[in-house]
């Protein structure tokens, strides 16, 4: 079962957040028919962007991640709200390539070195606030601990992983964000860092049946690891029939009779959750009727 956590330790020097996620990326994998490469790009998206709204409080609050390099992926977006909810899309769900050098998915390969990652913090103020640095490797992971480095001044260790099955199902997913807070002991960050480098992947320890509970304890093991919150990480989407319909007469008076005099179904999907709405001709009368 997904589970994400969040708490500290070092007397609070350190904040941790980790999460199992596993069933909410194989749900959006399935739900996009994504192709391996992009499976795992797409579910260290998700994971991350699960993490992130996780620290959020207010439901109207949101922390939208972006990661385009110019690769076959085409971007990858993802959106994270309070209690770990969570959706996103890869603009490009058929992107695949060989395996890397180390034998592993080449998500760097399908994302691309050539771009930006974005992060965009909507605090339902008149203005988000937005922060842009340049890809770092394009493994998404080491693309968000520079963001936090650069853009936030915040030193962090951030793990995402995405086990897919040879049947293209997802195994185990999951990730952590792990940072140091000002006044931190330069010496307990170098312990940290060691290991951190020791330890196997978050999905390595998940296959071999850890919890994201106990792969945490391993890590911070003798460092006063406090366990503050559990919840349970979730796939969101709000698209609804109503809001659809809204998007189809934002187009104008125009463009409806244009589909209209096509003849044709009009077929709108959400880049969230792939669901599909349908309008007949009977119901672009309606709209058209209604703009009149």
């Not at 650069?150 to 792990?178: C, M, N, R, W, Y």
Request: hydrophobic share 40%.
């Amino acid at each position: 079962m997904d589970k994400l956590i969040k708490g500290t330790a070092h007397n609070g020097d350190i904040r941790i957040i980790a999460a199992e996620t596993t069933s909410l990326v194989g749900e959006a994998v399935a739900n996009h028919n994504a192709m391996p490469t992009a499976a795992a790009a797409y579910g260290r998206m998700l994971t991350a962007g699960a993490l992130m709204g996780s620290t959020l409080k207010d439901d109207r609050e949101s922390i939208t991640l972006q990661i385009d390099g110019n690769g076959i992926s085409n971007g990858v977006l993802a959106i994270g709200k309070s209690g770990g909810r969570v959706k996103g899309y890869i603009v490009n769900p058929d992107a695949d390539i060989a395996l890397n050098e180390k034998n592993k998915l080449d998500v760097s390969g399908i994302i691309g070195k050539d771009g930006k990652f974005t992060v965009i913090r909507d605090y339902g103020l008149k203005e988000p606030y937005v922060s842009s640095v340049p890809i770092y490797t394009g493994e998404i992971a080491e693309d968000l601990a520079y963001y936090f480095t650069v853009s936030e001044q915040t030193p962090s260790a951030v793990a995402l992983g995405v086990l897919v099955d040879v049947d293209g199902t997802i195994k185990k997913s999951g990730g952590f964000i792990i940072q140091m807070l000002p006044g931190a002991d330069e010496m307990v960050a170098d312990l940290l860092t060691y290991r951190l480098e020791e330890i196997e992947s978050v999905t390595t320890q998940l296959e071999k049946g850890l919890s994201i509970v106990e792969i945490i304890e391993d890590i911070f093991e003798d460092m006063d690891l406090k366990i503050l919150e559990e919840e349970t990480p979730t796939l969101y989407c709000d698209c609804s029939k109503e809001s659809v319909t809204k998007a189809l007469l934002s187009i104008g008076k125009k463009d409806l009779q244009e589909i209209k005099e096509d003849g044709k179904e009009e077929v709108l999907v959400c880049h969230f959750c792939n669901k599909s709405y349908e309008f007949s001709e009977e119901d672009i009368d309606e709209l058209l009727d209604s703009l009149e």
